[in-house]
């Protein structure tokens, strides 16, 4: 009589067994699924709160790894308006915590369109020279698929 496969006799192993094939795929299923909604099902209010606040904390690492290797961000301060693209948005956000330290921040409206986030925040800074000032903010956000900021826009007013 010949070994049937269906059983676990000899010259079968465990993981060729149909019971265990299939809790080890309902395994990997799940957990691809994991971290695909951890990744990519990320909503994009989320995505701006996490932003925000490694802005708050100076978590430059973090900040850099929220944007899209093609991203833009476009800031308009005191109707200077600078675009930065890719590297250089890395270059800026190291700039910017030379110069400043968001204290603490508002969010005082909050829209969100599919991918989009606009925002209005106030936040209160500490400048390099040691004064507070309230930053008026409006904020736009755009995320990918991936979770990633595609394009990011500052306008800011800042009143001591």
């Known amino acids: 009589m010949q070994n049937d496969r269906r059983t676990h006799g000899a010259g079968t192993s465990a993981l060729t067994h149909p019971v265990w094939s299939r809790c080890i795929c309902a395994i990997l299923i799940v957990s691809t699924l994991s971290i695909y909604q951890r990744g990519v099902l990320s909503s994009p209010a989320k995505i701006a709160r996490n932003h925000w606040q490694s802005i708050v904390s100076e978590d430059f690492a973090e900040i850099t790894h929220q944007y899209d290797t093609d ?15 890719g590297a250089q948005i890395g270059d800026y956000w190291q ?35 040691g004064a507070a000032e309230k930053i008026y903010i409006s904020h736009k956000i755009d995320v990918d698929s991936r979770g990633k900021i595609t394009k990011e826009v500052w306008i800011t007013d800042r009143r001591k």
């Open 71 to 85: 991203a833009v961000l476009i800031w308009n301060d005191h109707n200077r308006q600078n675009t930065y693209l």
């Open 95 to 129: 700039l910017f915590f030379r110069k400043n330290a968001i204290e603490t921040y508002t969010v005082k409206s909050f829209k969100r369109d599919r991918r989009t986030i606009k925002a209005k925040i106030i936040a209160t800074a500490r400048s390099s020279k």
